[in-house]
């Protein structure tokens, strides 16, 4: 079971949430190169009983972006009392030219722990590999697929979406990195659908996350719901396994982006 719940964050990341652009013009104020938004998660269908046995199966989340030479982008989903209850943590970085440079994720829930964090060399085609767990530490390098150029997680696969809404009009099919392995997956374009926030009825254009057929399988699923505000902040992120489902709704936004200015 907690193999199947890390499976279902590494799907997120995401990140993310239900929310607003008029909402979050109210609260930010004046932009800056940090965008912070905060969330709600909880898990869905037959399985909420038996998970929470074992972890939380609501809590609060936290998505941040720092906008510069290179995106900073970090994700925390914690327990109701915050991380000393349980939490997973994600952080990715991407180049100028949207390629992903590291990617790293982390949990700790019970007696369970584990970090691990990936660097890219795209020009030795290598990943270099740091893992560490209560009972061992873990280096290797890994040849990475020599017809591919770039490398996406989940973070940097809705930064992707996020950042390239407009032109997603038919499925592309591109690859996601985790746990160590690359996976065939297909973004395309989901339904439209409108969500009430603050009182106000807004619309979000919907994209999916799905795996490609034909290939290695992706042990993930995800829908997440975009502003269509030039920013595309991301109202709501529903992610699926076979035995699991989650969704997180935006609560608050706490800064406004870099990317609210353009």
Not at 13 to 41: D, I
Not at 187 to 204: H, L, N, S
Request: net charge positive.
């Amino acid at each position: 079971m907690m193999k199947i719940i890390r499976s279902v964050f590494v799907a997120i990341t995401l990140v993310v949430a239900t929310g607003s652009a008029s909402a979050a013009v109210s609260n930010c104020g004046a932009p800056t190169n940090v965008e912070e938004f905060r969330y709600s998660w909880r898990l869905k269908g037959g399985v909420r009983f038996l998970a929470g046995l074992m972890f939380p199966t609501n809590g609060v989340g936290n998505l941040r972006t720092t906008y510069g030479n290179a995106i900073h982008s970090e994700l925390l989903i914690t327990a109701p009392n915050g991380k000393e209850g349980g939490y997973y943590s994600y952080e990715s970085d991407i180049d100028a030219a949207g390629k992903t440079l590291t990617t790293e994720h982390g949990y700790a829930w019970g007696k369970k722990s584990r970090n691990e964090r990936t660097v890219f060399d795209y020009v030795k085609k290598l990943a270099r590999i740091h893992k560490q767990t209560p009972e061992e530490t873990e280096n290797r390098v890994k040849l990475l697929p020599k017809d591919q150029d770039e490398f996406r997680d989940i973070l940097t696969a809705i930064h992707y979406l996020r950042q390239n809404a407009n032109n997603i009009k038919a499925p592309m099919q591109t690859s996601i990195y985790s746990d160590g392995k690359e996976y065939p997956v297909i973004f395309r374009p989901g339904e439209y659908r409108t969500f009430v926030i603050d009182g106000k009825t807004v619309g979000a254009l919907g994209f999916e996350i799905v795996d490609a057929p034909g290939g290695k399988k992706w042990p993930g699923g995800v829908k997440v719901w975009l502003s269509q505000d030039d920013r595309r902040i991301p109202f709501r992120i529903e992610i699926q396994q076979s035995i699991a489902s989650m969704q997180l709704d935006l609560q608050s936004v706490e800064a406004c982006s870099f990317m609210a200015s353009k």
